[in-house]
């Protein structure tokens, strides 16, 4: 295959600098288990509320941001062109396999299966970024039933849910879906999964879910690149480590028009050694054929197969708050969901993890912010998106025809509505999983915020 059919459909990726850029200069194995265990009560409390919402909630917001970033690590001020390239390996069920990548940073490259159903053939149609549960060595081909945890392992039960890349493209989205740094193709030549000690060497003020944010926003610059995806309506998803980070994509990435995160970790856990492992001066990363492979008995004992993963460091800077327990964290999770708002989030978690994580004390304040919600300069207005997804023109003729109500008193009543319905959950009983129920319901929230169909 020639390099211009590689490159089809890809349209010139050397575009403007990415709005979100200017709003972000305003101011693990672990993740893969669902983080058993429970927080102290005093990683509840921070120094300021996310209850601070309406016309205070844009200055809160930015220090919400800030603070973020001072645990994550600011993104690079360098963006390189992206460099794509884009390889048809298949057509199946009516849906076309590609294999692409493209540039993150000036040395280093996403890898990526792109999902394109026969019918965005016809329109430009939705996508949704899907990003991977952790995995041992198989990361994106987990996510579109290609295997199992490792690249050698059958694909997953389908009641597991793993393959929601697919399944969401036989639904009729285009799906993109990444490896991580330190997955998939992304383990580094002779070193092993999860293994964060490459990075932390050439990033050594950076973080590894900064990293998984950055890529996310590369991801959505390149599918904006492409003639058959919408560029203005592009989702984010993801399961365990895969929903954890769907949140932080849609926080800092604003061109996110719609996230759904299932089974991500939405707590601190200060006991829990991923995050934040101490670097000995004694350590260097594995290399396979001089150092022996290593396993956790529990892993093993879990899985079945030993995992030689890791050592995994999350985020560096949150050393002081292991160190010291009793030192409020200046953020929680509820500030990092309500970084999402205006746009549509739906958190989805079996019974037990939002028990766990606390969700609904969470729930509340970033509830607060969504039905409170006013337009400001440079965020996005909730009463226009309704005007501008499908629907809208069938919403102003029923109640013209059937009430006499004008274009007017519509909008005024979604302008009192705020963004309320934009922010939702929904529980399921039974493990750690994607089962089909909320598969469903995934569905149904982005069919109705991407705008892909009102059928």
């Not at 993104?75 to 692409?100: C, N, Q, S, W």
């Not at 994106?140 to 039933?145: H, L, P, R, S, T």
């Not at 399944?167 to 002779?190: C, M, N, Q, W, Y």
């Not at 934040?276 to 001089?290: A, C, L, N």
Request: with cysteine.
């Amino acid at each position: 295959m020639n390099q211009q059919k590689e490159n089809m459909e890809i349209k010139d990726s050397n575009f403007s600098k990415p709005t979100r850029r200017e709003l972000i200069t305003l101011g693990a194995p672990v993740l893969a288990a669902g983080a058993l265990g429970t927080a102290s009560a005093e990683d509840a409390s921070k120094p300021s509320s996310t209850r601070a919402v309406g016309d205070d909630w844009p200055a809160r917001r930015k220090e919400v941001e800030r603070h973020w970033l001072d645990l994550m690590g600011d993104f690079p001020t360098e963006v390189p062109d992206l460099k794509p390239i884009m390889k048809e390996l298949a057509v199946e069920e009516g849906i076309t396999r590609y294999h692409v990548s493209f540039q993150s940073e000036a040395d280093d490259r996403v890898t990526a299966w792109l999902l394109v159903p026969e019918a965005a053939k016809e329109k430009p149609t939705a996508a949704v970024l899907c990003i991977h549960s952790t995995t041992w060595g198989s990361g994106k081909d987990q996510v579109i039933g290609l295997s199992g945890r490792r690249k050698v392992d059958p694909p997953r039960e389908r009641e597991v849910g793993a393959a929601y890349g697919l399944e969401l493209a036989r639904h009729g989205f285009v799906t993109l879906s990444i490896d991580l740094v330190t997955d998939g193709e992304r383990i580094e030549p002779k070193r092993r999964v999860m293994d964060t000690r490459v990075f932390y060497e050439k990033h050594p003020d950076w973080s590894i879910v900064g990293k998984n944010t950055w890529d996310s926003m590369r991801s959505v610059d390149f599918l904006q690149t492409l003639d058959f995806v919408d560029p203005d309506q592009i989702g984010v998803t993801g399961w365990s480590l895969g929903g954890h980070s769907a949140i932080f994509a849609a926080a800092f990435e604003p061109r996110i028009t719609a996230c759904i995160s299932n089974g991500g970790v939405l707590d601190w856990y200060r006991h829990a050694e991923a995050w934040f492992r101490t670097p000995k001066p004694s350590w260097k990363p594995w290399e396979e054929g001089v150092d022996e492979p290593t396993s956790s008995k529990k892993l093993e004992k879990r899985f079945g197969f030993k995992t030689n993963s890791g050592p995994y460091i999350y985020l560096k800077n949150f050393e002081k708050y292991i160190k010291d327990q009793d030192l409020p964290i200046p953020v929680d999770f509820d500030d990092l969901m309500s970084l999402v708002a205006p746009r549509p989030l739906l958190v989805i978690s079996s019974e037990q993890e939002f028990s766990r994580h606390k969700f609904y004390a969470k729930c509340q304040s970033t509830l607060d912010v969504y039905i409170n919600w006013k337009d400001a300069e440079g965020l996005p207005s909730p009463t226009r998106a309704r005007q501008e997804r499908l629907g809208y023109q069938e919403t102003l003729d029923y109640y013209f025809d059937n009430y006499g109500m004008k274009e007017s008193k519509i909008e005024r009543d979604f302008e009192s509505l705020g963004a309320g319905d934009a922010f939702s959950w929904f529980s399921f009983p039974g493990g750690h999983a994607y089962p089909g129920v909320a598969r469903r319901n995934s569905f149904a929230w982005f069919d109705r915020w991407l705008g892909r169909t009102m059928v």
